[in-house]
């Protein structure tokens, strides 16, 4: 009888401790899924900034690429766009606009080959306007006409500053009064 009553208190005493085993191992597990709990978000979340960003450097590109283009490959629409615009003092300053009359701003008369009067007239424009008219508004943007070697002949917008975060900057070559040029767009934020 005394051997059953061992054998019962031994029963008790490794029932406590894998009692104690079972919560320690709870414990554990739950600290671990804890641990790669936040691991995981924040891989999470350093994954999606460098998307977000990836985005956002693809959509500034596009939009450079597409002012670009539209620049040097067209005359604009409507055609006649720069008589369109209504000249201030009669100097080039064409800050007083209806830019619901313009639908896109083109400065070819053919592929690469730029009209001398709607260059003169589109450095003329006021910076908001032209953000506008070319749907850039929360978006900074210079647009530079430049020899070959880099001297700068018209410019119109902002130039990017050391603090811009992002900045893109296209240039055509581009024929500009029967000589060639290059036409520099910039497109940042910051």
Same mark, same amino acid.
């Given at each position: 009888m005394n051997n059953k009553k061992e054998?019962?208190?031994?029963?008790k005493i490794n029932l406590g401790?894998?009692? *104690?085993?079972?919560? !320690?191992?709870?414990?554990?597990?739950?600290?671990? &899924?804890?641990?790669?709990l936040i691991f995981?978000?924040?891989?999470?979340?350093?994954?999606?900034?460098?998307? *977000?960003? $990836?985005?956002?450097?693809s959509e500034i590109e596009l939009l450079a690429l597409q002012i670009a283009d539209i620049l040097v490959s067209s005359p604009g629409a409507p055609n006649n766009w720069e008589e369109i615009v209504v000249i201030q003092n009669s100097s080039e300053n064409a800050s007083n606009l209806n830019s619901t009359s313009i639908v896109t701003l083109g400065l070819a008369n053919q592929?690469?080959?730029?009209?001398?009067?709607? !260059?003169?007239? &589109?450095f003329? &424009?006021?910076?908001?306007?032209?953000?506008e008219l070319f749907n850039v508004e929360r978006?900074?943007? $210079?647009?530079?006409?430049?020899?070959?070697?880099?001297?700068?002949?018209? $410019?119109?917008?902002?130039?990017?500053?050391?603090?811009?975060?992002r900045s893109v900057s296209l240039q055509r070559i581009i024929l500009y009064n029967e000589t060639a040029r290059r036409l520099q767009i910039t497109l940042w934020s910051g």
């Open positions: 054998k019962i208190n031994l029963k401790k894998k009692a *104690q085993v079972f919560t !320690t191992d709870a414990v554990f597990s739950i600290i671990l &899924f804890v641990v790669i995981m978000l924040s891989v999470w979340n350093l994954y999606s900034q460098k998307l *977000q960003e $990836q985005h956002i450097n592929d690469r080959k730029l009209s001398l009067a709607k !260059t003169s007239v &589109f003329g &424009f006021d910076y908001l306007i032209l953000k978006y900074d943007l $210079q647009v530079r006409l430049m020899e070959l070697n880099g001297t700068t002949l018209k $410019q119109v917008g902002i130039a990017p500053g050391n603090s811009s975060e």
